[in-house]
């Protein structure tokens, strides 16, 4: 694929064009009136002007961007030699079809076209073009520039071809994909969030519980970004009041009716079942809501959605993360709670309202009465039995371990479980004798790892901080020792405990646009997971002393200046990093652990007993075969084969 055309260019529409031309596609923008595509050229500007303020594109590459979107009112001149249509118009079927029917008349033959609805029949609107075959869903999230999960639906007649090249383009333009298999009202994110925004709603509406106290047990307790009600009014109440009404899988109450016909809208229009023209409305820390009420039907419809075929449970859990910010996954939070426990609660709701939605689900029921009830049996949703990541990615090949961790949606903030995983990994690829380097990056474009969670962590008592200070500095001691090179890919923001996980590695390699920094200071606090031993024996002390106390971020030309990394470009970082990695992996496995040791820990020694330290590492090394082989190569004039031993 070269060119992409966006029919539509409102807010998902000119969002959805950005990325696609920021990533390097031909975009074509067409509207229907002037009007709207001046203000979406607007729009694309203003953001592009952001992003080079805060260091993350430089001016030549926005002009670049701007130079590959095309505006323009005829459909003809926006598809005709596009590769991929992404249509982008309002949530109305017959609108839709009507713009399919016209772009047929101009796209190429082998072109593929694409919805971006949020819930309409991919299948529908599939069947009533002439290529059934080459039509997919691709929900994006708003704001598009931002969100990093794309949707990607299957209709009963789209080919595995189309899927295929649709989850590459996800890919290359820096989004995660996720697969909806099976063609259903809501897709995965949607279907599952819209019930858990309406049922609180009825909670509110029946007097079970007031709005703050149903938005507080989740903000504060299992620490989603907004409770469900403020999101109700963050989303709109005209959105949810619509897409209720479409699709009917829980009834909507009367008054979200009653706030749409009195276009209390929620934020947009500052009032909604909050007042937000002061801003977000303070929501206390309350108790006595039973949170299960909304977590339990969320869980059912997670099951239903594994029974039809529509995703597994990490696919469903990743969607949910990534497309509305959830600490965890729908099935991570049923198999911690317990799925006895989520069953007993649907069998109460259903008998309660008599919703189809909250009939609890034979795969339910199964792995209930199988005893595969989550974590406190090893089996759920997830097997327990052996190592499960659910916050990092660990892959291998060739030699090379990556790690990821996997918060996107938390700027991949590191929380006590993260911890604990990345600590567990390291156990494992210690003693793989098959991975000789291990990269360490974030996942996502926006951030390496943006510190330390405060959300996850409620309990700010001195016990509570020492521990979790403690837990930090002994994984990260765990990097520093760990008997192979260990490469920080910087990808974007490192900031606090980021800064401090990059510091712990032996390596720290730096895209252009991403910032470091130990930025504590600015909070009231200090970096407590090794900043202020580790930074000065990197840039020096009197470095050090002015980034920690003016908590200063630093782009990658700015730390590359001093010493704390090298600097690389985008387009570069990816092959530039596992081209370091494979040069180490190359070098004997057992002189590299020594150098190591020598050179962190012996910088903390007296010099005479540092070259002590030297002296019997290098005794070490000259007794391996490694050594032979290093000198009969070097003779033989061949590259040498080491084997770690």
Not at 334 to 355: P, Q, V
Not at 540 to 566: C, P, Q, S, T, Y
Request: neutral net charge; aromatic residues 8%; proline residues 4%.
């Amino acid at each position: 694929m070269k060119k992409v055309a966006v029919l539509g260019a409102g807010v998902m529409g000119h969002g959805i064009a950005q990325v696609c031309a920021t990533a390097g596609y031909d975009v074509a923008v067409r509207d229907i009136k002037q009007e709207f595509i001046d203000k979406a050229r607007e729009s694309i500007e203003k953001s592009l002007e952001k992003a080079v303020s805060k260091g993350k594109l430089s001016d030549q590459k926005a002009r670049e961007v701007l130079g590959r979107l095309k505006f323009t009112l005829s459909i003809e001149e926006a598809v005709k030699d596009a590769d991929l249509v992404i249509e982008a118009i309002p949530e109305v079927m017959d609108l839709k079809k009507s713009l399919f029917a016209e772009v047929q008349k101009y796209a190429k033959r082998e072109c593929i076209f694409a919805s971006n609805t949020s819930g309409l029949s991919i299948t529908e609107l599939g069947n009533s073009t002439d290529r059934p075959d080459k039509f997919v869903g691709l929900h994006f999230f708003n704001p598009p520039v931002v969100m990093q999960l794309v949707e990607v639906v299957r209709g009963e007649k789209t080919s595995d071809e189309t899927v295929s090249r649709c989850v590459e383009f996800v890919k290359s333009i820096g989004k995660t994909p996720v697969v909806v298999r099976k063609d259903v009202a809501g897709f995965i994110v949607n279907r599952i969030l819209v019930p858990y925004l309406t049922l609180a709603i009825e909670d509110m509406e029946k007097g079970i519980a007031k709005r703050e106290e149903i938005d507080s047990v989740f903000l504060y307790k299992y620490n989603f970004p907004m409770g469900p009600i403020e999101l109700s009014d963050f989303v709109g109440l005209d959105v949810l009041n619509f897409i209720g009404s479409q699709w009917g899988l829980v009834p909507t109450p009367r008054i979200l009716k009653e706030k749409f016909e009195k276009k209390e809208l929620g934020a947009k229009t500052g009032k909604g079942f909050y007042d937000w023209t002061s801003g977000r409305p303070k929501i206390p820390k309350l108790e006595g809501y039973d949170e299960l009420r909304l977590i339990a039907p969320m869980v059912n419809i997670a099951a239903e959605l594994i029974e039809l075929g529509v995703a597994e449970a990490k696919e469903i859990d990743t969607a949910m993360k990534l497309g509305t910010n959830m600490p965890k996954g729908v099935c991570e939070l049923g198999d911690e709670i317990g799925l006895d426990r989520i069953l007993a609660k649907l069998e109460e709701l259903y008998k309660e309202k008599g919703y189809g939605i909250l009939k609890p689900r034979e795969l339910l029921k199964k792995m209930v009465s199988e005893g595969r009830i989550g974590v406190k049996a090893g089996r759920g949703f997830y097997d327990y039995g052996r190592a499960t990541y659910k916050n990092i990615i660990l892959e291998k090949k060739d030699r090379i371990a990556k790690l990821t961790i996997n918060r996107p949606q938390k700027l991949n903030a590191l929380d006590v479980d993260t911890l604990e995983e990345i600590s567990s990994a390291l156990k494992e690829l210690e003693v793989d004798p098959e991975v000789r380097v291990l990269v360490i990056t974030g996942s996502g474009d926006r951030a390496f790892s943006a510190g330390f969670d405060l959300q996850s962590n409620a309990d700010f008592t001195r016990p509570r901080m020492l521990w979790i200070t403690h837990k930090g500095n002994e994984v990260f001691s765990q990097i520093e020792k760990f008997p192979k090179p260990v490469i920080a890919a910087i990808n974007g923001y490192a900031f606090g405990g980021g800064c401090e996980l990059a510091l712990a590695c032996d390596f720290r390699i730096m895209k252009r646009g991403a910032k470091i920094g130990l930025t504590e200071v600015a909070l009231g606090l200090i970096p407590g997971w090794g900043g202020t031993q580790r930074l000065p024996k990197i840039v020096g002390v009197a470095k050090a002393k002015e980034m920690i106390m003016l908590a200063k971020r630093l782009d990658a030309d700015e730390a590359e200046k001093i010493g704390l990394a090298k600097a690389v470009d985008a387009d570069k970082f990816e092959k530039e990093v596992m081209e370091l990695a494979k040069q180490l992996s190359e070098m004997p496995p057992v002189s590299l652990r020594a150098v190591k040791y020598a050179i962190n820990f012996g910088a903390d020694l007296p010099t005479e007993i540092g070259k002590f330290l030297e002296e019997l590492a290098f005794g070490v090394v000259t007794s391996t075969q490694d050594v032979v082989e290093g000198i009969t190569a070097f003779f033989e004039k061949r590259k040498p084969d080491f084997k770690g031993i």
